[in-house]
């Protein structure tokens, strides 16, 4: 969970989460709490910050989306994905999955 970008000094600064996701090089990351109403520019929204910080291929899921901005789920992978599925529940939420293309093995990515 990113919590909207929000860390435990409580300063919202969402270059912080790129940059430890850029100090892993992960091959697939699932985050939580993606949150672009606490954004300062509005027009910054903090899926487009992630998407293009990390780049690759991704599925989102926006629970809200509102006047003020999104929130909700990311999967952002160096490999491509199949075509993305949003699976929704009761509560209001979203999980985004999609089956990766990976050449020795295709476990679907899923977050919840």
Do not use: N
Not at 22 to 40: F, I, K, M, N
Not at 54 to 82: C, F, M, N, T
């Amino acid at each position: 969970m990113i919590h909207g970008g929000l860390g435990t000094d409580r300063r919202f600064d969402l270059a912080r989460v790129v940059e430890t996701i850029l100090r892993h090089h992960p091959d697939v990351v699932a985050l939580q709490e993606v949150d672009s109403r606490r954004t300062a520019a509005p027009a910054s929204s903090a899926f487009r910050v992630l998407r293009e910080a990390v780049g690759g291929h991704r599925v989102e899921a926006k629970s809200i989306v509102a006047p003020d901005g999104e929130y909700g789920q990311v999967v952002l992978s160096r490999w491509s994905l199949g075509a993305p599925q949003i699976q929704t529940s009761l509560k209001p939420r979203a999980s985004p999955a999609a089956p990766s293309k990976w050449k020795s093995r295709r476990p679907p990515a899923v977050s919840s």
